[in-house]
C-alpha cells in the first residue's frame, strides 16, 4: 500500500482476514503501532485492538479483567466449540496446565531432540541434491507433525495425512468449512481418545489427558478431555510450520545472519526469537473484558471483546529498535510472539527445538541458498498467519 489513507482504513475497520492485511503485514502493523494503539473492529460481535506492547502485555497477564472463557476466536462460526486450556480463565485453566506442563519442560522436550533431528535430515537428504525446493511442503510443514504425532500424540501413521488435511481447513479453509473440520478432528480424536483408553497406561501425555482433573469438586466431563486433546493438536502445527519457514525466509535473504550463525551457534537463540518476533504465527487471540478498564485513553466497558494483537506487539519501536530487521546479533529480543500470562504457549520449548534444529541442519547441509528468481512466499492469514510456499534454490556443488 502506498497511500497512506490505505492504513488508515484499519484504525476504524480492523480485519485479520482482511486481504490488503494479508498483503502488507508488515505496513499494516507498524501503522496500528505507530498511530493507533487500540484500533477498532466491526467484524463479527465487534472487538477493540491492543496493538502496543506495554498494553498486550498487561492485558495478557491480567486474566481477572481480560478474561478467555468466551475463547480466542474473533469472529467464531456458528456452532463453534472450545479448545482447552485454551478458552478457560484459572483455577479451571491452571489445573490443566499443572498436569500438562510436565510434557513440555525442557528436559522432557530434550528426549525429542535426536528423533527430531533425524527427520530433519532425512527431509533435507530427500531434496538436497536437487538444487532447488518448494521448501513449506518439502520441509516446515512436516517436520511439526512428524515430532507431534510421533512423540506426543501417536495416532496411526495412516491416519496422519486426512488429520493434516482438516486442521488445515480448520485453521486457514473458508470461513464456512472450518466448524465442519473441527467436528471431524473432533470426532477422530475422540475415538483415538477412546482407544487409548482401553491400554495399559503408557504414562505419556495423552494419559495424563485421559486422567484429566478436577472441575469444580468432581471429575472434569469427557468433553472437555477431548478438547484438551484438540487444543494440543490444533497449536502446534501451522504455528511452527510457520516460524519455521519464516527463519529459512530471512536466511535466504541475509548471507550475513547464515554466516553469522555457521561460525557462531550461540546466536541461535536470537535468531529464534527474532524469527517469531517478525514472523508471528498467532497474529492476535481475543479475550472479554469484565470491568471498566482504560487502555491507551480508550474506556473498555464489562463486555467489550478485544484483540490482543501479538504481531503488532512484537514490532513496538519503544521496545525493539528498527522493529523490520532480522538481527541475530540484537542484544535482547522483547516480543508477544509465545503470548503473555497464564496462556503463554505450552509447546514453547518444542517449538524452539523445532526452530533450532531446522536452521541448523539446513545450514550445515546447504549452506548457500536464495529465493527462487521472480519467487515471492506466499501466505495464509487470518487469526493465525503461515507461510504456503517458499521456493528456494542453492547450487548443488556447495553442499555439504
Ligand atoms: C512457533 C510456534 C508457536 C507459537 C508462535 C505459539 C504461540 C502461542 C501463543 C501466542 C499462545 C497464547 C494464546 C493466548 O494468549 O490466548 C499459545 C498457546 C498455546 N499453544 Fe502455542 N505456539 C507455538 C507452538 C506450539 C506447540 C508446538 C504446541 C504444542 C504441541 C502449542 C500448543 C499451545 C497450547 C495448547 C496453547 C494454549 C495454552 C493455554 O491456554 O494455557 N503451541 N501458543
Given amino acids: 500500500m502506498s497511500d497512506p489513507k490505505d492504513y488508515e482504513r484499519f484504525e476504524h475497520a480492523f480485519d485479520v482476514e482482511d486481504p490488503a492485511f494479508a498483503e502488507d503485514f508488515e505496513g499494516v502493523l507498524e501503522h496500528l503501532v505507530a498511530k493507533c494503539p487500540v484500533a477498532h473492529s466491526s467484524v463479527g460481535p465487534g472487538y477493540r485492538a491492543l496493538n502496543r506492547y506495554e498494553d498486550v502485555r498487561r492485558a495478557g497477564a491480567d486474566w481477572r479483567t481480560f478474561s478467555s472463557a468466551d475463547g480466542w476466536m474473533l469472529d467464531p462460526p456458528e456452532g463453534n466449540l472450545p479448545i482447552l486450556p485454551e478458552d478457560l480463565d484459572p483455577p479451571y485453566h491452571t489445573a490443566w496446565r499443572r498436569v500438562l506442563n510436565p510434557f513440555f519442560k525442557p528436559s522432557a522436550i530434550r528426549d525429542i531432540e535426536p528423533h527430531a533431528r533425524r527427520y530433519a535430515r532425512e527431509l533435507i537428504d530427500a531434496f538436497a541434491e536437487r538444487g532447488e525446493c518448494e521448501f513449506v511442503s518439502a520441509f516446515a510443514a512436516q517436520l511439526p507433525g512428524l515430532v507431534l504425532f510421533k512423540h506426543l500424540i501417536p495416532v496411526p501413521v ?3 495425512p486426512a488429520l493434516f488435511r482438516e486442521i488445515d481447513t480448520y485453521s ?6 472450518r466448524a465442519p473440520a473441527f467436528g471431524r478432528v473432533l470426532q477422530y480424536l475422540e475415538g483415538f481418545l477412546r482407544a487409548r483408553g482401553e491400554e495399559p497406561d503408557r504414562g505419556d501425555v495423552v494419559d495424563a489427558v485421559l486422567a484429566g482433573v478436577e472441575r469444580d469438586g468432581a471429575p472434569c466431563p469427557w468433553a ?5 486433546a484438540l487444543d494440543l493438536v490444533f497449536g502446534g502445527l501451522a504455528t511452527t510450520t510457520h516460524a519455521i519457514s519464516g527463519a529459512i525466509y530471512e536466511l535466504a535473504q541475509t548471507p550475513e545472519a547464515r554466516r553469522a550463525l555457521l561460525e557462531d551457534p550461540t546466536c541461535l537463540d536470537t535468531a ?4 517469531v518476533r517478525l514472523h508471528a504465527p498467532v497474529v492476535a487471540v481475543a479475550r472479554t473484558v469484565t470491568a471498566d478498564v482504560e487502555v491507551a485513553g480508550v474506556q473498555l466497558k464489562a463486555g467489550d471483546r478485544v484483540a490482543l494483537n501479538y504481531a503488532a506487539a512484537s514490532r513496538d519501536p519503544e521496545v525493539c529498535s528498527s522493529p523490520r530487521k532480522f538481527d541475530v546479533h540484537r542484544e535482547e529480543v522483547v516480543h ?4 503473555v500470562g497464564p496462556h503463554r504457549c505450552i509447546g514453547e520449548n518444542l517449538a524452539r527445538l523445532e526452530i533450532r534444529i531446522s ?15 521472480g519467487s515471492r ?5 487470518g487469526q493465525l498467519r503461515t507461510m504456503k510456499r517458499l521456493s528456494l534454490v542453492w547450487d548443488p556443488a556447495t553442499l555439504r
Fill in 336 to 339: 508477544t510472539a509465545f503470548g
Fill in 377 to 381: 512466499p506466499e501466505f495464509e492469514s
Fill in 172 to 177: 486457514f479453509g473458508a470461513p464456512a468449512e
Fill in 224 to 228: 472437555d478431555k477431548v478438547h484438551t
Fill in 158 to 160: 495412516d491416519d496422519l
Fill in 359 to 373: 536452521i541448523d541442519e539446513f545450514l550445515r547441509r546447504i549452506p548457500e541458498f536464495g529465493l527462487a528468481p
Fill in 272 to 275: 529464534i526469537d527474532e524469527t
